[in-house]
Structure formats: structure tokens, C-alpha cells
């Protein structure tokens, strides 16, 4: 599955997470493709779990070694329109 196609197909435009002691603030225009999503995150998922009904959407990649909780980002036009 193309997991950056899909986040974008949903409406997502940025991701955000902990890596060490920052936090990043990453455009998914920024990427353009799974392999550049997954280096940017700093992960190789075995497993994606999705929560997009959540107050603050996001996700949980599963590696072998750890877990990475992503927050999704929408653009507010979209939200908006989802909203009414």
C-alpha cells in the first residue's frame, strides 16, 4: 500500500512527531515517496495502525524495535468542508 498516497488522498497535509528531544513538522508536499516518508520518520513499519476519528487524528507505525506515534495534519479547507 502507498501509505503517503493514502494520507494525502484523505485529506492530510503534514505529519508531526517526537524524534528525540524535538519535535518535526514535516509537509507531505515535501515527499514524494513512501521510501522518503519512511526515512523521514525514522522508521520501517511492519505494522500502521490508523485513528483518524480521533480529536487529533494520527497513526502508530510498529517496528521490530520500536513504536512511533505520527500526528496527521489536515488542511483547514478540508476539515472545514468535513465539518459541515
Known sequence: MDLLQ???DEGFCGIM???GSKVKNIGLDELESNEQLFETMSIRPLAVQYFPYEKEPYMVCTSKETNRTIKLIKTRSHSS???R
Open 6 to 8: 493514502f494520507l494525502v
Open 17 to 19: 512527531f517526537n524524534s
Open 81 to 83: 468542508v468535513i465539518g
